[in-house]
Every structure is written in structure tokens, then in C-alpha cells.
């Protein structure tokens, strides 16, 4: 049996696709040429989320990290692990745009590698062809091949525009792949492949104040939307908080200083959850320094990029805040 099943996009345009009784919905999208962003496929990411505006359905393994309770009960989903059982619509909020054209393989050469702190490394990569790299939002990431296997990491871009350089925030971990490859092999000249664009997560037209919220590397999708910010410039305010546990663990503090030196509108705060003796900035968590001011009661635009239990306090502390005028966007990122 076959169902049929509408995909509406926050630019108002609607998709349609056949969808097999045997097979998920991202399965059947992807078939049909329309790219649901996706990542892990195993109902742990949330790449793939969307929600379903009618019809009947049926979910396999979703992690709680991915959807809660409350998301379920409201017919949020993910596409990957979705099985219809009659006709449906589903609603996504990014533009049609993003699912219409194809991620591309690129090539490339490292250029450098730089172990900046304890548990970052950034690598930097010259595309093959200067004037033919990826294209892609700022805020966006891409899947590196692991050179010497064929394991794939996703990392947000660090710098936009790209040109014929990209670069990348990578959290070292003990056991990673490409953790291990960054530590242990990388050296400039080598060869890294990569596919790119992915992600729902990019940086919208600013219409009012930005508030972003960073974990970790998670910093990387926001040096690309400072990026694009600096290039473009605004007069609306644009504030980030950037959490690490210690003060070893801070990254690119010069480039932070730098926006803030060039554009009046931005600033920013480090918060720090295991801080060491002599630490006189904000201890704690993100939401210990988040306020529901006036500037909140008028709307801001909230965008959060960490691991999923930052994403998930920012998102309770903003459903107990009371202010519907706020639009979140968010990314949460596994470690691998």
C-alpha cells in the first residue's frame, strides 16, 4: 500500500511524494529527490525533525535526547523513523530551498591543523578549486570523510564565506576518529573529501535582537554567523553567551574580541561551569544568565548550538519563561 504524503515549508511552498507502507518517510522524500536534512538516521540527532499536521503514523526507536514526551503527544517526529499508515501532512520551519538541491562532494587539501586548546583542534582545509567550494548558510555543517576510512563527522563551518577555504571547530575527544586522525596523522597536505551543505540551522535576515548560545564547539556555527553579520552589518543587537567548563577550554577568544572591536552591536559572555581559582567572569550555566527583560518581552531571535542537554535546559528555561514573542533555533550535536 502506498500513502501519499505533503511536506509544507516556511516559505510557503508544499512538496509531495509517495510513501511505501515498508518504508520511512526521510527514505521516501530522499527517493523522490526532495532532501530532508538528516544525519544519524537512528532516531538520536533530530536532524530529521518535523511535525505531523494530520494523518496517521507509527514511530520505530526515538531517543528522548531527540523528542520528549511532550514533543511526541504534539506530533512532533522524526522522518527517519516515521511509517504511515494513511495519507499526511507534515510541516517543516525552513525554506523548501534547503531540500531542493543536492549536497555535493568537494575535495580538498589541509592546510593547517592548530590544537588551540585541551579539547579543540582547528582545521583548515584549501579546496581544490579556489572558486569552487561548498556553498552554504552560515550556521550550516558539513560531513568530513575520515581520511585512510570511511567514517564520516559532522562539523559546522567556522568561517564564511568560504571561497576557497574552510575551516572548522573539532572537539578532540579520546576515542574519536577523527579525533584520533587530528591528533595522531593530520598534517598539512593531506587529503580530506567532504559533503556539504546540511543543517536547518543557519542564520535567518535579522529583524530584531539575537541572542545566541553556544556549548562548547558548538561556537562554530556562530563564528560563521558573526561572519556573515560583520560582512553585512546591522543595527539590531547581537549577544552571545558561549559556555565551556573551564577556562582552558575557551576558543578563539581573540576573533570574539575582534567582532566586538568592529561591530557596535555585539557583545558577549563567557560562562564557565567548572571555574578555576582567579575566574572573575559568570560561573554556572547559560540559563543561570538568561532573563526575561523587556528586550525579551518585544521578540528576539534565539539561536543554540551544544550538546543536547544545553539545548534542552535553554529550550524548559525559555517554556517557563513565558514569551511567545522568542523564536528558537537550535542544533544539538553528538559526540562521535
Not at 503514523?57 to 523528542?67: G, I, K, N, T
Not at 588551540?116 to 558539513?142: F, N, R
Not at 575551516?167 to 574519536?176: N, P, Q, S, T
Not at 551544544?306 to 528558537?328: E, F, K, Y
Request: hydrophobic fraction near 35%; charged fraction near 20%.
Amino acid at each position: 500500500m502506498t500513502f501519499k504524503a505533503a511536506f509544507s515549508f516556511a516559505d510557503g511552498k508544499t512538496l509531495f511524494c509517495p510513501v511505501g507502507e515498508q518504508e520511512s518517510v526521510l527514505d521516501a522524500a530522499l527517493k523522490n529527490g526532495i532532501r530532508l536534512p538528516f544525519d544519524c538516521r537512528e532516531g538520536v540527532c533530530a536532524t530529521c525533525k518535523g511535525q505531523c499536521e494530520s494523518g496517521k503514523y507509527s514511530q520505530q526507536y526515538v531517543d528522548e535526547d531527540a523528542l520528549n514526551a511532550d514533543d511526541l503527544s504534539n506530533g512532533k517526529v522524526l522522518t527517519c523513523q516515521t511509517h504511515l499508515h494513511s495519507d499526511a501532512t507534515f510541516s517543516f520551519n525552513f525554506d523548501s530551498s534547503l531540500c531542493t538541491g543536492e549536497q555535493a562532494c568537494y575535495s580538498g587539501l589541509v592546510s593547517d591543523i592548530q590544537h588551540i586548546s585541551p579539547t579543540t583542534a582547528v582545521l583548515k582545509i584549501a579546496m581544490d578549486d579556489a572558486h569552487g567550494g561548498p556553498e552554504y548558510l552560515p550556521g550550516q555543517y558539513a560531513r568530513l570523510t575520515v581520511p585512510g576510512s570511511e567514517c564520516q563527522r559532522a562539523y559546522s563551518f567556522s568561517n564564511w564565506p568560504a571561497g576557497g577555504n574552510i575551516e572548522f571547530l573539532v572537539r578532540m575527544l579520546a576515542d574519536g576518529k577523527m579525533s584520533q586522525y587530528l591528533r595522531e596523522t593530520c598534517k598539512p597536505g593531506d587529503r580530506i573529501t567532504l559533503d556539504a551543505p546540511y543543517g536547518t540551522f543557519y542564520l535567518r535576515d535579522i529583524t530584531r535582537p539575537v541572542v545566541m548560545a553556544a556549548g562548547g564547539t558548538g561556537l562554530s556555527a556562530f563564528l560563521a554567523m558573526l561572519d556573515s553579520i560583520a560582512a553585512r552589518g546591522t543595527t539590531f543587537p547581537i549577544h552571545l553567551y558561549y559556555g565551556v567548563r573551564t577556562a582552558e577550554d575557551i576558543c578563539e577568544l581573540e576573533r570574539l574580541i575582534g567582532y566586538q572591536s568592529s561591530m557596535s552591536a555585539f557583545s558577549f559572555d563567557i560562562v564557565l561551569s567548572n571555574p578555576g581559582p582567579g575566574w572573575g567572569g559568570k560561573t554556572g550555566y547559560i540559563t543561570d544568565h538568561l532573563s526575561p527583560s523587556e528586550t525579551w518581552q518585544n521578540g528576539v531571535d534565539l539561536y543554540v548550538c551544544g550538546p543536547p542537554g544545553m539545548v534542552d535546559s535553554i529550550s524548559h528555561w525559555l517554556s517557563q519563561a513565558s514569551l511567545p514573542a522568542t523564536r528558537l533555533y537550535y542544533e544539538k550535536f553528538l559526540s562521535s
